[in-house]
T-cell receptor, first 110, second 112 residues
Framework: DAKTTQPTSMDCAEGRAANLPCNHS???????VYWYRQIHSQGPQYIIH???NNETNEMASLIITEDRKSSTLILPHATLRDTAVYYC???????????FGQGTTLQVKP | ETGVTQSPTHLIKTRGQQVTLRCSSQ?????VSWYQQALGQGPQFIFQ???????GRGNFPPRFSGLQFPNYSSELNVNALELDDSALYLC???????????FGPGTRLTVL
C-alpha cells in the first residue's frame, strides 16, 4: 500500500490561502490521491480527489505534480471553520479502503 | 437525501462484554466500510462490505465481525471487549467499491 507523508501541523491566517503538501513517492499508476478532513470529534469529510490532472471543486483545489510523487491541497480563502486535521490518502484498489496517516493539523488564526 | 447515520452515539461497556454498533448508509450506497479511530490517531480500516459480502479486511482479530443487510445498512460486532477497544468507530458508505466514502458521525465506545 502506498504511504503518504504530511507535515504534522500548519498555521494559516484567516482569509489567506492554505497550501497543504503531501508526499506519496510510491504511488502506483492506477492509484488516486484523496483528501479528507476531520473537524474535532466529527467523522472525516471528503474534500477532493484526483489521478494526475489538477482538480478543483467548491471546497478546494488539488495540484498533483507531473511525476505524481507529491500533491498540494489548496484552500483558497481559509476561514476559522477550516481548522481541522487534513488527511492525504492514496486509495488502494480494488477494495477501496482508505489508509489514514496522522494527517496535518491546520490551525486557521484570525 | 439522508446522510450516513450511526447508533448509538456513545456507549460504555466493561471488559469481556460484547457490543453491536449500527450504521445506516446514505441513500443509493451499496458499500459500507468500518474504521476504528483511537484518540489522537487517524482512522484504521476494519473491513468493508459490498452487497452483503465482506470485501476486504484490515489487521483486526476475528472478534471484530460485521454484517450488511439487504437495505445496505450494517452492523459491527465486537466480542470479548478489551480496554484498547475504546475508540471512535466510524462507518462510511459509498456507491461502489472505488468511490469516495461518506462518513457518519461515529460511535464513541468506552471500555472500562
Amino acid at each position: 500500500d502506498a504511504k503518504t507523508t504530511q507535515p504534522t501541523s500548519m498555521d494559516c491566517a484567516e482569509g489567506r490561502a492554505a497550501n497543504l503538501p503531501c508526499n506519496h513517492s510510491t504511488i502506483s499508476g492506477n492509484e488516486y490521491v484523496y483528501w479528507y478532513r476531520q473537524i474535532h470529534s466529527q467523522g472525516p469529510q471528503y474534500i477532493i480527489h484526483g489521478l494526475k490532472n489538477n482538480e478543483t471543486n467548491e471546497m478546494a483545489s488539488l495540484i498533483i505534480t507531473e511525476d505524481r510523487k507529491s500533491s498540494t491541497l489548496i484552500l483558497p480563502h481559509a476561514t476559522l471553520r477550516d481548522t481541522a486535521v487534513y488527511y492525504c490518502i492514496v486509495r488502494v484498489a480494488p477494495a477501496g479502503k482508505l489508509i489514514f496517516g496522522q494527517g496535518t493539523t491546520l490551525q486557521v488564526k484570525p | 437525501e439522508t446522510g450516513v447515520t450511526q447508533s448509538p452515539t456513545h456507549l460504555i461497556k466493561t471488559r469481556g462484554q460484547q457490543v453491536t454498533l449500527r450504521c445506516s448508509s446514505q441513500s443509493g450506497h451499496n458499500t459500507v466500510s468500518w474504521y476504528q479511530q483511537a484518540l489522537g490517531q487517524g482512522p484504521q480500516f476494519i473491513f468493508q462490505y459490498y452487497r452483503e459480502e465482506e470485501n476486504g479486511r484490515g489487521n483486526f482479530p476475528p472478534r471484530f465481525s460485521g454484517l450488511q443487510f439487504p437495505n445496505y445498512s450494517s452492523e459491527l460486532n465486537v466480542n470479548a471487549l478489551e480496554l484498547d477497544d475504546s475508540a471512535l468507530y466510524l462507518c462510511a458508505s459509498s456507491s461502489g467499491r472505488g468511490y469516495e466514502q461518506f462518513f457518519g458521525p461515529g460511535t464513541r465506545l468506552t471500555v472500562l
